[in-house]
Protein backbone atom coordinates (compact mmCIF):
# COMPACT_ATOMS: atom_id res chain seq x y z
CA UNK A 1 0.00 0.00 0.00
CA UNK A 2 3.04 2.34 0.94
CA UNK A 3 4.41 1.63 -2.09
CA UNK A 4 0.98 2.46 -4.28
CA UNK A 5 1.16 6.01 -2.45
CA UNK A 6 4.57 6.14 -3.38
CA UNK A 7 4.09 5.76 -7.17
CA UNK A 8 0.59 7.76 -7.08
CA UNK A 9 2.96 11.14 -5.98
CA UNK A 10 5.07 10.66 -8.29
CA UNK A 11 2.58 10.38 -10.95
CA UNK A 12 1.45 13.73 -9.52
CA UNK A 13 4.55 15.49 -9.58
CA UNK A 14 5.09 14.58 -12.75
CA UNK A 15 2.19 15.35 -13.91
CA UNK A 16 2.62 18.94 -12.69
CA UNK A 17 5.56 19.09 -14.20
CA UNK A 18 4.22 18.23 -17.52
CA UNK A 19 1.50 21.06 -17.55
CA UNK A 20 4.20 23.17 -16.39
CA UNK A 21 5.98 22.66 -19.32
CA UNK A 22 3.16 22.31 -21.24
CA UNK A 23 2.05 26.13 -20.78
CA UNK A 24 0.66 28.26 -23.77
CA UNK A 25 4.00 29.96 -25.06
CA UNK A 26 3.27 31.99 -28.42
CA UNK A 27 5.51 31.65 -31.05
CA UNK A 28 6.99 35.00 -30.95
CA UNK A 29 8.70 34.29 -27.73
CA UNK A 30 11.94 34.18 -27.49
CA UNK A 31 14.17 30.73 -26.42
CA UNK A 32 17.59 31.52 -24.80
CA UNK A 33 18.63 27.65 -24.67
CA UNK A 34 21.57 25.71 -23.16
CA UNK A 35 23.19 28.61 -20.94
CA UNK A 36 24.86 28.77 -17.87
CA UNK A 37 22.49 31.78 -15.62
CA UNK A 38 24.48 33.15 -12.40
CA UNK A 39 21.95 32.52 -10.34
CA UNK A 40 21.92 35.36 -7.77
CA UNK A 41 19.55 34.51 -5.47
CA UNK A 42 20.82 31.39 -4.71
CA UNK A 43 24.56 32.03 -5.32
CA UNK A 44 25.34 29.38 -7.74
CA UNK A 45 25.55 28.51 -11.47
CA UNK A 46 22.80 26.57 -12.75
CA UNK A 47 24.22 24.56 -16.21
CA UNK A 48 22.42 24.30 -19.05
CA UNK A 49 19.35 26.11 -18.43
CA UNK A 50 16.69 27.36 -20.98
CA UNK A 51 14.58 30.81 -20.14
CA UNK A 52 11.93 31.73 -21.87
CA UNK A 53 11.30 35.53 -22.73
CA UNK A 54 7.63 36.69 -23.46
CA UNK A 55 7.11 40.02 -24.36
CA UNK A 56 9.32 42.07 -21.59
CA UNK A 57 9.18 39.04 -18.69
CA UNK A 58 10.83 35.68 -18.14
CA UNK A 59 8.10 33.34 -18.39
CA UNK A 60 9.72 30.40 -17.37
CA UNK A 61 13.29 28.84 -16.60
CA UNK A 62 13.76 25.27 -17.06
CA UNK A 63 16.77 22.35 -18.06
CA UNK A 64 17.56 22.53 -21.19
CA UNK A 65 15.66 19.79 -23.15
CA UNK A 66 12.52 19.67 -20.23
CA UNK A 67 10.40 21.90 -22.30
CA UNK A 68 9.00 21.81 -25.64
CA UNK A 69 10.10 24.53 -27.76
CA UNK A 70 8.03 23.85 -31.33
CA UNK A 71 6.32 26.31 -31.25
CA UNK A 72 9.10 29.40 -30.79
CA UNK A 73 10.79 30.33 -33.65
CA UNK A 74 13.25 32.28 -32.18
CA UNK A 75 15.63 30.16 -30.52
CA UNK A 76 19.07 31.48 -29.50
CA UNK A 77 21.64 28.64 -28.50
CA UNK A 78 23.94 29.88 -26.18
CA UNK A 79 26.15 27.09 -24.95
CA UNK A 80 29.14 27.91 -23.61
CA UNK A 81 27.99 31.85 -22.73
CA UNK A 82 26.77 33.32 -19.14
CA UNK A 83 23.38 35.24 -18.37
CA UNK A 84 23.37 37.41 -15.66
CA UNK A 85 20.92 39.87 -14.15
CA UNK A 86 21.06 43.43 -16.26
CA UNK A 87 23.47 45.30 -14.15
CA UNK A 88 22.14 48.37 -12.03
CA UNK A 89 24.25 51.54 -11.09
CA UNK A 90 22.90 52.48 -7.43
CA UNK A 91 25.13 56.00 -8.08
CA UNK A 92 24.92 58.15 -11.21
CA UNK A 93 25.01 61.84 -11.94
CA UNK A 94 23.88 62.53 -15.06
CA UNK A 95 22.28 65.92 -14.72
CA UNK A 96 25.86 67.99 -15.60
CA UNK A 97 27.15 66.11 -18.74
CA UNK A 98 25.38 67.26 -21.79
CA UNK A 99 26.25 64.20 -23.96
CA UNK A 100 23.94 62.45 -21.11
CA UNK A 101 22.30 60.84 -24.53
CA UNK A 102 24.84 59.08 -25.77
CA UNK A 103 25.74 58.09 -22.19
CA UNK A 104 23.13 56.33 -21.58
CA UNK A 105 23.37 54.36 -24.40
CA UNK A 106 27.19 53.46 -23.70
CA UNK A 107 25.89 52.43 -19.97
CA UNK A 108 23.12 50.34 -22.01
CA UNK A 109 25.48 48.29 -24.24
CA UNK A 110 27.84 47.98 -21.48
CA UNK A 111 24.96 45.75 -19.77
CA UNK A 112 23.84 48.38 -17.55
CA UNK A 113 20.04 48.10 -18.17
CA UNK A 114 19.02 50.87 -14.58
CA UNK A 115 20.92 53.68 -13.29
CA UNK A 116 19.72 55.57 -9.82
CA UNK A 117 20.50 59.37 -10.10
CA UNK A 118 21.57 61.22 -6.95
CA UNK A 119 20.82 64.81 -7.65
CA UNK A 120 19.69 67.00 -10.76
CA UNK A 121 16.84 68.71 -12.31
CA UNK A 122 13.69 66.20 -11.73
CA UNK A 123 12.31 67.57 -15.55
CA UNK A 124 15.44 66.34 -17.33
CA UNK A 125 15.01 62.76 -16.01
CA UNK A 126 11.63 62.75 -16.53
CA UNK A 127 12.50 63.95 -20.43
CA UNK A 128 14.92 61.09 -20.98
CA UNK A 129 12.56 58.23 -19.37
CA UNK A 130 10.13 59.36 -21.52
CA UNK A 131 12.30 59.09 -25.07
CA UNK A 132 13.27 55.85 -23.44
CA UNK A 133 9.89 54.34 -22.90
CA UNK A 134 9.56 55.46 -26.73
CA UNK A 135 12.58 53.97 -27.72
CA UNK A 136 13.27 57.39 -29.27
CA UNK A 137 16.52 56.59 -26.86
CA UNK A 138 18.53 54.04 -26.12
CA UNK A 139 19.26 54.03 -22.46
CA UNK A 140 18.51 52.30 -19.03
CA UNK A 141 15.80 53.05 -17.26
CA UNK A 142 16.48 55.91 -14.72
CA UNK A 143 15.48 56.19 -11.32
CA UNK A 144 15.85 59.76 -9.77
CA UNK A 145 16.08 61.59 -6.31
CA UNK A 146 14.96 64.79 -4.61
CA UNK A 147 17.75 66.23 -2.21
CA UNK A 148 17.37 67.94 0.67
CA UNK A 149 19.77 69.67 2.81
CA UNK A 150 20.00 72.15 5.12
CA UNK A 151 20.41 76.05 4.68
CA UNK A 152 24.53 76.14 4.74
CA UNK A 153 24.10 74.70 1.90
CA UNK A 154 22.58 77.00 -0.25
CA UNK A 155 25.98 78.44 -0.80
CA UNK A 156 26.72 75.23 -2.75
CA UNK A 157 26.61 76.23 -6.66
CA UNK A 158 24.90 73.34 -7.01
CA UNK A 159 21.51 74.46 -5.83
CA UNK A 160 21.04 77.07 -7.88
CA UNK A 161 21.95 75.56 -11.90
CA UNK A 162 19.68 72.71 -11.15
CA UNK A 163 16.63 74.96 -10.31
CA UNK A 164 15.74 77.02 -13.39
CA UNK A 165 12.99 78.66 -12.61
CA UNK A 166 12.92 78.33 -8.83
CA UNK A 167 14.42 80.39 -5.83
CA UNK A 168 17.59 77.92 -4.49
CA UNK A 169 15.72 75.40 -2.37
CA UNK A 170 12.53 75.43 -3.45
CA UNK A 171 12.58 73.01 -6.58
CA UNK A 172 10.78 70.49 -4.99
CA UNK A 173 13.93 68.07 -6.44
CA UNK A 174 16.52 70.30 -4.76
CA UNK A 175 14.50 71.25 -1.29
CA UNK A 176 15.43 73.14 1.65
CA UNK A 177 14.43 71.64 4.75
CA UNK A 178 14.61 73.48 8.68
CA UNK A 179 12.93 72.90 12.45
CA UNK A 180 9.81 74.91 11.25
CA UNK A 181 9.48 73.39 7.28
CA UNK A 182 6.25 71.81 6.35
CA UNK A 183 7.69 68.14 5.96
CA UNK A 184 4.26 66.79 4.91
CA UNK A 185 4.18 68.99 1.81
CA UNK A 186 7.92 68.92 0.79
CA UNK A 187 7.78 64.79 0.54
CA UNK A 188 4.41 64.93 -1.55
CA UNK A 189 6.16 67.55 -3.61
CA UNK A 190 8.99 65.42 -4.53
CA UNK A 191 6.74 62.36 -5.09
CA UNK A 192 4.93 64.07 -7.47
CA UNK A 193 8.09 65.31 -9.94
CA UNK A 194 8.44 61.35 -10.12
CA UNK A 195 11.14 60.79 -7.33
CA UNK A 196 11.63 57.22 -6.17
CA UNK A 197 13.41 58.51 -2.79
CA UNK A 198 15.29 61.44 -0.87
CA UNK A 199 18.42 61.88 -1.10
CA UNK A 200 19.66 63.80 2.67
CA UNK A 201 22.78 65.61 1.89
CA UNK A 202 24.13 68.12 4.23
CA UNK A 203 23.70 70.44 6.59
CA UNK A 204 20.58 68.04 8.70
CA UNK A 205 20.59 67.13 12.49
CA UNK A 206 19.76 64.05 13.52
CA UNK A 207 16.53 64.94 14.68
CA UNK A 208 15.54 66.64 11.76
CA UNK A 209 16.67 63.46 9.69
CA UNK A 210 14.61 61.07 11.73
CA UNK A 211 11.53 63.32 10.58
CA UNK A 212 12.42 63.65 6.97
CA UNK A 213 12.37 59.71 7.32
CA UNK A 214 9.11 59.04 9.00
CA UNK A 215 7.46 61.30 6.07
CA UNK A 216 8.95 60.11 3.17
CA UNK A 217 8.58 55.93 4.34
CA UNK A 218 4.97 57.06 5.16
CA UNK A 219 4.62 58.42 1.65
CA UNK A 220 6.40 55.23 0.03
CA UNK A 221 9.32 57.04 -0.84
CA UNK A 222 12.64 55.51 0.15
CA UNK A 223 15.27 57.67 2.46
CA UNK A 224 18.64 57.50 1.02
CA UNK A 225 21.56 59.70 2.96
CA UNK A 226 25.01 60.09 2.53
CA UNK A 227 26.80 58.25 5.16
CA UNK A 228 28.03 61.17 7.42
CA UNK A 229 25.37 64.30 7.02
CA UNK A 230 26.90 66.42 8.87
CA UNK A 231 26.56 67.66 11.59
CA UNK A 232 24.66 63.88 11.89
CA UNK A 233 26.71 60.94 12.19
CA UNK A 234 26.75 57.25 10.45
CA UNK A 235 24.67 55.93 13.21
CA UNK A 236 22.24 59.01 13.20
CA UNK A 237 21.60 58.16 9.74
CA UNK A 238 21.39 54.34 10.60
CA UNK A 239 19.20 55.18 14.56
CA UNK A 240 16.68 57.25 11.71
CA UNK A 241 16.03 54.23 9.50
CA UNK A 242 17.48 55.36 6.52
CA UNK A 243 17.36 52.57 3.23
CA UNK A 244 20.83 53.38 1.70
CA UNK A 245 24.70 54.94 3.44
CA UNK A 246 26.23 56.26 0.51
CA UNK A 247 30.19 56.50 0.36
CA UNK A 248 32.71 54.57 2.41
CA UNK A 249 35.13 57.69 3.19
CA UNK A 250 32.43 58.91 5.15
CA UNK A 251 32.11 56.09 7.65
CA UNK A 252 34.93 57.57 9.41
CA UNK A 253 32.97 60.95 10.70
CA UNK A 254 31.45 57.89 13.32
CA UNK A 255 34.38 58.23 15.47
CA UNK A 256 34.53 61.99 15.39
CA UNK A 257 33.94 63.77 18.60
CA UNK A 258 33.44 67.19 16.68
CA UNK A 259 31.08 67.23 13.76
CA UNK A 260 31.71 69.68 11.37
CA UNK A 261 28.43 71.43 10.13
CA UNK A 262 27.79 70.96 6.19
CA UNK A 263 29.32 68.70 3.72
CA UNK A 264 31.83 71.55 2.46
CA UNK A 265 33.29 72.21 5.30
CA UNK A 266 33.91 68.53 6.17
CA UNK A 267 35.45 68.18 2.18
CA UNK A 268 37.47 71.54 3.13
CA UNK A 269 38.16 71.56 6.67
CA UNK A 270 37.47 67.95 8.00
CA UNK A 271 38.24 65.05 5.56
CA UNK A 272 41.95 66.32 5.53
CA UNK A 273 43.02 65.80 9.03
CA UNK A 274 41.23 62.65 9.23
CA UNK A 275 43.21 59.53 10.41
CA UNK A 276 42.66 57.14 7.47
CA UNK A 277 45.83 55.45 7.95
CA UNK A 278 45.22 54.19 12.16
CA UNK A 279 41.88 54.46 12.30
CA UNK A 280 40.37 50.37 12.91
CA UNK A 281 37.62 49.57 10.80
CA UNK A 282 36.77 46.95 13.06
CA UNK A 283 36.84 48.67 16.06
CA UNK A 284 33.65 48.46 18.65
CA UNK A 285 32.18 51.40 17.09
CA UNK A 286 31.95 50.43 13.81
CA UNK A 287 30.92 46.62 14.66
CA UNK A 288 27.57 48.03 17.10
CA UNK A 289 27.16 50.19 13.70
CA UNK A 290 27.48 47.69 10.82
CA UNK A 291 24.93 45.70 13.40
CA UNK A 292 22.40 47.88 13.52
CA UNK A 293 22.72 48.33 9.86
CA UNK A 294 22.10 44.44 9.68
CA UNK A 295 19.05 44.89 12.06
CA UNK A 296 17.76 47.57 10.26
CA UNK A 297 18.43 46.42 6.96
CA UNK A 298 20.14 49.56 5.97
CA UNK A 299 22.11 49.02 2.39
CA UNK A 300 25.93 50.32 2.48
CA UNK A 301 27.05 51.79 -1.07
CA UNK A 302 30.75 52.61 -0.68
CA UNK A 303 30.85 53.83 -3.95
CA UNK A 304 34.81 52.70 -3.96
CA UNK A 305 34.47 54.20 -7.91
CA UNK A 306 34.92 57.51 -6.41
CA UNK A 307 37.82 57.31 -4.21
CA UNK A 308 40.41 54.66 -5.52
CA UNK A 309 43.92 55.30 -7.00
CA UNK A 310 43.40 52.73 -9.93
CA UNK A 311 40.77 54.39 -11.14
CA UNK A 312 42.59 57.46 -10.79
CA UNK A 313 45.59 56.74 -12.20
CA UNK A 314 44.49 54.20 -14.84
CA UNK A 315 41.45 53.87 -17.90
CA UNK A 316 39.81 50.70 -16.81
CA UNK A 317 37.50 49.17 -19.85
CA UNK A 318 33.45 48.92 -19.72
CA UNK A 319 33.87 46.82 -21.99
CA UNK A 320 36.66 48.38 -24.38
CA UNK A 321 37.34 51.94 -23.63
CA UNK A 322 37.05 54.69 -20.55
CA UNK A 323 37.29 58.43 -20.20
CA UNK A 324 39.73 59.01 -17.63
CA UNK A 325 38.23 59.54 -14.21
CA UNK A 326 39.26 62.80 -11.98
CA UNK A 327 37.52 63.78 -8.83
CA UNK A 328 35.72 66.58 -7.84
CA UNK A 329 36.97 69.97 -7.40
CA UNK A 330 36.46 69.75 -3.83
CA UNK A 331 38.35 66.68 -3.53
CA UNK A 332 41.00 67.27 -5.70
CA UNK A 333 41.96 70.12 -3.59
CA UNK A 334 41.22 68.31 -0.66
CA UNK A 335 43.44 65.87 -1.95
CA UNK A 336 46.57 67.79 -1.73
CA UNK A 337 46.62 68.60 1.97
CA UNK A 338 45.58 64.43 2.83
CA UNK A 339 47.29 60.80 2.47
CA UNK A 340 44.79 59.64 -0.43
CA UNK A 341 46.39 55.99 -0.45
CA UNK A 342 45.59 55.82 3.25
CA UNK A 343 42.10 57.29 2.34
CA UNK A 344 42.00 54.73 -0.78
CA UNK A 345 43.05 52.30 1.93
CA UNK A 346 40.52 53.17 4.70
CA UNK A 347 37.80 52.82 2.20
CA UNK A 348 38.12 49.15 1.55
CA UNK A 349 38.97 48.24 4.58
CA UNK A 350 35.73 49.65 6.07
CA UNK A 351 33.86 47.57 2.98
CA UNK A 352 35.16 44.58 3.88
CA UNK A 353 34.42 44.88 7.40
CA UNK A 354 30.81 45.91 6.78
CA UNK A 355 30.46 43.02 3.87
CA UNK A 356 32.19 40.47 6.72
CA UNK A 357 29.49 41.74 9.86
CA UNK A 358 26.77 41.00 7.35
CA UNK A 359 25.77 44.17 5.39
CA UNK A 360 24.57 44.32 2.20
CA UNK A 361 26.35 45.65 -0.12
CA UNK A 362 25.52 48.03 -2.86
CA UNK A 363 27.65 48.62 -5.92
CA UNK A 364 27.43 52.75 -7.17
CA UNK A 365 29.80 54.63 -9.29
CA UNK A 366 28.69 58.11 -8.31
CA UNK A 367 29.93 59.39 -11.89
CA UNK A 368 29.47 62.92 -12.91
CA UNK A 369 31.03 64.43 -15.92
CA UNK A 370 33.20 61.37 -16.95
CA UNK A 371 31.66 57.52 -17.43
CA UNK A 372 32.67 55.05 -14.69
CA UNK A 373 31.47 51.53 -15.01
CA UNK A 374 29.24 49.53 -12.46
CA UNK A 375 31.40 46.89 -13.67
CA UNK A 376 34.37 48.42 -12.42
CA UNK A 377 33.09 48.76 -8.77
CA UNK A 378 31.78 45.20 -8.83
CA UNK A 379 35.96 44.24 -9.38
CA UNK A 380 37.06 46.58 -6.64
CA UNK A 381 34.30 45.21 -4.73
CA UNK A 382 36.20 41.79 -5.43
CA UNK A 383 39.16 43.38 -4.30
CA UNK A 384 38.23 44.63 -1.21
CA UNK A 385 37.47 40.59 -0.36
CA UNK A 386 33.92 40.39 -1.55
CA UNK A 387 32.91 37.08 -3.51
CA UNK A 388 32.68 37.00 -7.39
CA UNK A 389 28.74 36.27 -6.64
CA UNK A 390 28.42 38.42 -4.02
CA UNK A 391 29.64 41.62 -5.88
CA UNK A 392 27.75 40.36 -9.16
CA UNK A 393 24.90 40.22 -6.45
CA UNK A 394 25.99 44.21 -5.02
CA UNK A 395 25.57 45.51 -8.31
CA UNK A 396 21.89 44.01 -9.77
CA UNK A 397 19.40 42.39 -6.56
CA UNK A 398 21.09 44.16 -3.81
CA UNK A 399 20.81 47.14 -5.94
CA UNK A 400 17.30 46.76 -6.49
CA UNK A 401 16.95 46.54 -3.32
CA UNK A 402 17.95 50.02 -3.30
CA UNK A 403 15.79 51.60 -5.51
CA UNK A 404 12.73 48.92 -4.14
CA UNK A 405 11.70 46.91 -7.32
CA UNK A 406 13.77 43.71 -6.37
CA UNK A 407 9.83 42.43 -6.66
CA UNK A 408 10.73 42.82 -10.78
CA UNK A 409 14.21 43.48 -11.44
CA UNK A 410 17.78 42.20 -9.71
CA UNK A 411 17.74 38.43 -10.57
CA UNK A 412 16.71 36.23 -13.56
CA UNK A 413 13.74 34.81 -12.57
CA UNK A 414 10.22 33.49 -13.52
CA UNK A 415 8.00 36.63 -13.92
CA UNK A 416 10.51 39.34 -13.52
CA UNK A 417 11.42 41.89 -16.24
CA UNK A 418 13.43 40.35 -18.69
CA UNK A 419 16.77 42.70 -18.28
CA UNK A 420 19.83 40.46 -18.96
CA UNK A 421 23.50 40.59 -19.80
CA UNK A 422 24.84 37.62 -22.15
CA UNK A 423 29.09 37.26 -21.27
CA UNK A 424 30.97 34.65 -23.65
CA UNK A 425 33.44 33.79 -20.48
CA UNK A 426 31.98 32.82 -16.82
CA UNK A 427 32.98 35.98 -14.35
CA UNK A 428 32.67 33.68 -11.53
CA UNK A 429 36.05 32.52 -12.88
CA UNK A 430 37.78 35.32 -13.17
CA UNK A 431 35.69 38.70 -12.90
CA UNK A 432 36.85 40.74 -15.38
CA UNK A 433 34.59 38.37 -17.48
CA UNK A 434 32.15 40.34 -16.46
CA UNK A 435 33.25 42.88 -19.36
CA UNK A 436 32.94 39.98 -22.00
CA UNK A 437 29.88 40.90 -23.16
CA UNK A 438 27.82 40.01 -26.00
CA UNK A 439 24.34 40.79 -25.93
CA UNK A 440 21.85 42.72 -23.88
CA UNK A 441 18.22 42.08 -23.25
CA UNK A 442 16.24 44.77 -21.63
CA UNK A 443 12.96 44.07 -21.29
CA UNK A 444 12.60 41.38 -23.38
CA UNK A 445 14.42 43.64 -26.59
CA UNK A 446 18.04 42.45 -27.56
CA UNK A 447 20.82 44.73 -28.02
CA UNK A 448 23.87 43.05 -29.65
CA UNK A 449 27.13 44.60 -28.84
CA UNK A 450 28.79 44.13 -32.14
CA UNK A 451 26.12 45.02 -34.14
Known amino acids: MKKIKIVLVIAFFLTFVCQINS???SKNSIALTNVTIIDVESSQELENMTIIIEKDKILSINPSGSID???????????????IPGLIDSHVHLFRPKNRKEILTKLLYSGITTVRDMGGDARVYQSLNKEIGQSKLIGPDIYYSANVFGPTFLKDPRTKFSNMGFEPGSAPWMRLVEENSNLEKIVLEAKEAGVTGLKVYSNVNPELLAKISNVAHKNDLKMWSHSSIFPSRPSDAVNAKVDVL??????????ESEMPDSFN????ISVPLQDFKNTDASSIEFIELFKKMKSNNTIFEPTLSAWSLKLRSEKPKANKSIEKVNPTK?????????????MDNWARTITLSAYENGVTIAAGTDFNSDIKWVQDEIILLTECGLSSIDAIKAATLNNAKVIGIENSYGSISEGKYANLVVLTENPLNNIENIRTVLSIYKNGIEYKVNE
Not at 246 to 255: A, D, L, P
Not at 265 to 268: G, K, S
Open 330 to 342: QLSNAANKMDVAS
Open 69 to 83: LKGITNKIDLKGNYV
Open 23 to 25: QEI
Open 265 to 268: EAIR
Open 246 to 255: SHSVGMIFEM
